[in-house]
């Protein structure tokens, strides 16, 4: 019996191969062959009526004049969908070998596990042409799944094994700007991969998709800007006009004080519509979604017919309502960080950071303040609501810095040091500097309202002596929250690491940090300008300087660094480096340094003034009282006192 239908199986598979193709366009074999699972929000039979926009990317595909496709949009938008339906395609009815790229190989696991096993296992005429599951080679079904006529081959751009030895005309690559630019050491990764289709000239297709990073570093922005460079747009229910809608077109109610001045906290994002560009009509949330279904693309560059790239953001997608646009927009202007993350995510455009710039040691140093009593080394103002503390290990000596942070990562550098002695020498021995580096991070501040701080993290950068600054944090990670740190060499790495690393001896942890990219950050926050006649009112963001700590030589150190564009293959980016002649930059890497380990700290600027204000007040309280009755409050002092009083009546006793 199992020749007999062995011997069947064979048979249809000869007939297939005589088949003729089905003559159906990807958008027609999507709506009779596919099923969306049932953990999709449009599970069920696709019907593309409810994504009018995929259309025509999908159909491009069956554009002979079309080699190229890419995409780059929001998060939530169906973007994964259309790119699993033309896989589907491909499978049915166009069946040759497939290779799909992404990030890294948990990546590929993950999108063939979640995406596209349930497609083939949901999809009736799909699971008959894909082979099934091999239980005793499950990296291989993860990875590698076979079907009549061809392949599906998935790697991660962080293994470049995976490529060789496999052609395919069609190349997918998803999240491309999650790829790291050099990330291995056999060259441009997507340019390696799309060498799988060199032989397949006149029928090969490139499909590349992604939310967009940096603008300049974004690998998606390049590619769309090469293409038609195609829009979505959609009519005004008045006017009738098409339009693309941005994110200046959105309104939304708040309250407004006597002065006609917002009130901050007042937003009301329920309220949220879309103004027309052109007759000011205010388009409401049902009318939104309405119009999106007449949308259409229009194309700046309709001549490239080669290559044909799409924009779309969420302001046209039907899986995002205004309000919650409206919310996280609102939420996105407290922080750059929020801001870039809503740009790429909800407005679907790459982050355009305002630091590309050079720094002037003159201008920077016109703005000196002076909040600093020399005399009262240890104490700072009364804005400060978080302490942080950087050092840099030298051959000789350690130098420090310690900021105050304020409401919306407003910072003043309150002291800078320099401990010296040999840093090879354990603390405990004579002239070394680790002992005076840890009585300094233990050290209490005060406020000039008279609140004490201690600071609430510190970092110790491990690139020079990694062992003996690992030695002194050790044991002290979470209790403390001292760490070594370590400047990643990528200039695309994440700022805020995910995790810690861990040496090979499984004890020496250190924090990994994305320092190119928050130099862009700190670039712009340092050519911040204070408003005219500023009477001391607070400016988010600002970085106050005092002429008691600062001088020339921090000055010098600080702009001792440029940012140069660089080209990695066909992507733009920018590099952080020393200027020309300039060997020192210290306090550039520790003012760095400081500004990601406050950020570790994503701290509730709200509660934690809140928290301090009581403080205050209690002081308040105490100092107001008399002598008299201080000594009878339960303070440590008074409380010995007391003990010490009880043991010697108990002596005289006996």
């Given at each position: 019996m199992k020749l007999q239908s062995n011997i069947i199986e064979l048979i249809k598979f000869m007939l297939r191969v005589f088949e003729p193709p089905e003559q159906i366009t990807v958008t027609e074999c999507a709506e009779k062959y596919r099923i969306l699972p049932a953990s999709n929000r449009e599970g069920g039979a696709y019907l593309v009526s409810r994504t009018p926009f995929a259309k025509d990317i999908m159909d491009a595909f069956n554009d002979p004049e079309v080699e190229e496709i890419s995409v780059m949009g929001s998060a939530q938008w169906a973007k994964t969908t259309i790119l699993e339906n033309i896989i589907a395609y491909i499978i049915k009815v166009q069946p040759s070998n497939i290779l799909i790229v992404l990030p890294t190989l948990d990546f590929a696991r993950r999108f063939s596990k979640t995406r596209l096993e349930p497609m083939i296992d949901d999809s009736p005429e799909l699971k008959k042409l894909v082979a099934k599951k091999k239980s005793r080679d499950s990296d291989n079904t993860i990875l590698s799944k076979s079907f009549y006529g061809g392949?599906?081959?998935?790697?991660?751009?962080?293994?470049?094994?995976?490529l060789r030895g496999f052609t395919a005309p069609y190349i997918f690559v998803d999240d491309i700007d999650a790829i790291e630019i050099g990330s291995t050491k056999e060259g441009d990764f997507i340019s390696r991969a799309?060498?799988?289709a060199e032989t397949f000239e006149g029928i090969r297709k490139f499909f590349r998709a992604s939310t967009p990073s940096i603008e300049g570093a974004s690998r998606i922005h390049k590619y769309y800007k090469q293409g038609t460079m195609e829009e979505w747009h959609i009519p005004c229910p008045s006017c009738n006009k098409y339009q693309l809608i941005e994110i200046n077109q959105l309104k939304w109610d708040y309250e407004k004080?006597?002065?006609?001045?917002?009130?901050?906290?007042?937003?009301?994002p329920e309220t949220a519509v879309i103004q027309c560009k052109y007759c000011g009509y205010e388009i409401n949330e049902s009318e939104r979604q309405m119009m999106i279904l007449k949308g259409r693309w229009v194309a700046q560059h309709p001549e490239r017919k080669r290559h044909r790239s799409f924009f779309f953001n969420r302001f046209t997608s039907p899986f995002s309502s205004l309000q919650n646009i409206c919310k996280a927009y609102i939420e996105s202007q407290l922080e750059e960080e929020k801001m870039q993350v809503f740009t790429n995510l909800y407005l679907g455009l790459p982050y355009k950071p305002d630091s590309v710039v050079e720094l002037s040691e003159l201008e920077l140093m016109n703005n000196l303040e002076h909040y600093l009593d020399p005399a009262k080394p240890y104490v700072c103002p009364e804005q400060v609501l978080m302490l942080i503390a950087s050092a840099d290990v030298q051959a000789d000596r350690i130098e420090m810095q310690i900021w105050g942070y304020g409401m919306n990562y407003e910072c003043w550098i309150l002291n800078r040091f320099k401990?010296?002695?040999d840093p090879k020498l354990p603390k405990h021995i004579?002239?070394?500097?680790?002992?005076?580096?840890?009585?300094?991070?233990?050290?209490?501040?005060?406020r000039t309202d008279g609140v004490p701080l201690k600071i609430t993290a510190a970092g110790i950068d491990s690139?020079?002596?990694?062992?003996?600054?690992?030695?002194?944090v050790r044991g002290y990670e979470f209790t403390r929250n001292w760490w070594a740190i370590k400047g990643a060499r990528n200039p695309f790495a994440e700022i805020i690491p995910t995790r810690y690393n861990v040496i090979e001896d499984k004890k020496s942890k250190y924090l990994r940090l994305g320092v190119n990219q928050e130099k862009q950050s700190l670039f712009a926050r340092l050519k911040i300008k204070k408003p005219d006649n500023w009477k001391g009112e607070p400016i988010p963001k600002y970085i106050h300087h005092d002429e008691s700590v600062c001088d020339t030589e921090y000055f010098e150190q600080l702009v001792s660094e440029i940012g140069i564009k660089k080209v990695s293959g066909s992507v733009e980016y920018v590099l952080y480096v020393k200027k020309k002649g300039?060997?020192?930059?210290?306090?550039?890497d520790l003012l760095v340094y400081n500004s990601i380990l406050a950020k570790i700290q994503n701290p509730n600027w709200i509660k934690l003034k809140e928290n301090l204000d009581a403080r205050k007040t209690k002081a308040t309280e105490l100092n107001n009282k008399s002598d008299d009755e201080k000594s009878i409050l339960p303070n440590a002092r008074n409380i010995k006192v007391t003990k010490t009083k009880n043991i010697f009546n108990k002596v005289t006793q006996w």
């Open positions: 392949t599906i081959v998935l790697v991660g751009a962080n293994s470049p094994g995976g799309e060498r799988a004080d006597a002065f006609g001045h917002k009130v901050i906290g007042s937003d009301k401990f010296y002695g004579s002239g070394s500097p680790w002992a005076s580096v840890e009585k300094m991070l233990l050290n209490t501040w005060t690139q020079y002596l990694p062992d003996e600054v690992y030695n002194f300039v060997y020192r930059n210290e306090a550039l």
